[in-house]
Nanobody, 114 residues
Framework: VQLQASGGGLVQPGGSLRLSCAAS????????IGWYRQPPGKQRELVAV???????NYADSVKGRFTISRDNAKNTAYLQMNSLKPEDTAVYYC?????????WGKGTLVTVSS
């Protein structure tokens, strides 16, 4: 299983970015997809998850600003991030969970700074 996260970069506070997570597996549509982030010097934390059935959950810190979605035809998940804050600065990782087994991709760095 290979996961490729992309779309990170430098953005000013209040700006937007969209992250993508492309998976190279046919089990994508049956899997739960999560976005996690690890701020500098801190532990990795869950940002958002979208289950195989389409239900979603968000960390309180991003509710109303971030939107997770998926396109099963493209084996790709997305994280739309709006109204970005400096505290959103982190390496963002995507996770695929299938029957209790977790797969991780390399992260993509998001820096929110003026």
């Amino acid at each position: 299983v290979q996961l490729q996260a992309s779309g990170g970069g430098l953005v000013q506070p209040g700006g937007s970015l969209r992250l993508s997570c492309a998976a190279s597996v046919s089990i994508f549509s049956s899997s739960n997809i999560g976005w996690y982030r690890q701020p500098p010097g801190k532990q990795r934390e869950l940002v958002a998850v979208i289950r195989s059935g389409g239900t979603t959950n968000y960390a309180d810190s991003v509710k109303g600003r971030f939107t997770i979605s998926r396109d099963n035809a493209k084996n790709t998940a997305y994280l739309q991030m709006n109204s970005l804050k400096p505290e959103d600065t982190a390496v963002y990782y995507c996770n695929l969970e299938f029957i209790g087994i977790n797969y991780w991709g390399k992260g993509t760095l998001v820096t929110v700074s003026s």
